[in-house]
């Protein structure tokens, strides 16, 4: 056959046009005509896995919903650059009205009422938590911060999605790739290990002070003193206290102290006269070696202030999740046998220094009466 350009066309085979696929990381976009966007996947599924990634998702997600919005309205936008703004108050400020602007669009589309982001309210948490998570690595937040920031975030960027859902539901021009409840292999380890492990983690933190009961809120600059047991501990810093017996031991000590922070507490020990100074100085700085085998650890031996007795003392130095981790020891001779102080604290790495001069300072203060 001959085409009206004088051109055979015998030979020559149709090509077929493949969709545009919106919605994979791994799947790139080819711009034929036809928009091919991820299925309408439920909110719960995306929220699980905001939380589970302590909010890394969440720079994917916004990654691939620009994607679509570009193809959608053929739009100026460069999707990498989404992948960055989770952790960028700044960039939200601009990044988030903008993305929002597109969603109304959308909306718009489906002959839906477009959303007022709560006039304001949800800029306000999603910049307002991305600061706190920044700064979370420099200042001491309460236990209970991670869970309900971490469940608030998921939140907000759930709502988001659910809108986004319910007006893909109502355009029937695109195609939707995938099935409603596909996941990636990626998502599933995320939500089969990382979600009972972000769950654990962050719900430890939040119920740990529930579990702690005061018995006695102890005075800054004073001087807890224990007649019974022949020893004496000075309170050198505000947010001190007793409290209950297992709280941070297995139930043997005979008194323990919470500190002004979440992790940080002092709790003694009798071990009458079975033991010796250098036996339980030793024991716990082995221990702590064993466990973490990046621990510095030192060992001195003073005079008690009455310069009567000699005075064990021990402390070690090691990381936890970048986080700084001090143990101390101070080991005394009584008269009714040997008295342990074992202290511990763990703190952001920009207050550790101010933490750990007063706990050092306490440990160094045990003595015997």
Known sequence: MINMEGISTENVKPVAIEPTSIGSVSEPSVD?????????????????????TFGAYTSIWLFLRTREFKAIFNAPLKPWLWLFVPVMAIAEIIALPK??????????????????????TWYLLVILLTIAFNVSDKYEFPGYFLLFGLLLWAGLFSV?????????AQLKEYTYTSKKYYLSIIERVI????????????????IKPLFEKTI????????????????????????WKTVAMGTHSDGSAIVEFQGPLDDMYFVVFHHGH???????????????VEENKDAKCIHTRTLSKDQKSVVAKASCKWRVLNNPV???VTVIETPTGIIELNGHMSSVSASYAKHEQKMLTMAAGFSPL
């Open 326 to 328: 001090l143990m101390t």
């Open 216 to 239: 006695n809120v102890l005075a800054t600059n004073s001087v807890y003193i224990d007649k019974k047991n022949n020893f004496e501990l000075p309170i050198n810093d505000k947010g």
């Open 191 to 206: 939500l089969l290990l990382l979600f009972p492990i972000t769950l654990y983690f962050s719900l430890t933190l939040a």
């Open 274 to 288: 079975d033991e010796t100074l250098n036996s339980v100085s030793y024991s716990r700085i082995n221990s702590a």
């Open 160 to 168: 988001l999605h659910d809108r986004m859902n319910k007006a893909k």
């Open 99 to 120: 993305f929002t602007k597109h969603v109304n669009a959308l909306e718009e589309r489906a002959n839906l009422k477009p959303w007022n982001a709560w006039y304001g």
């Open 32 to 52: 034929t005509g036809e928009i091919v966007l991820a299925a309408p996947r439920p909110w719960w599924i995306e929220f699980l896995l905001h939380f589970s």
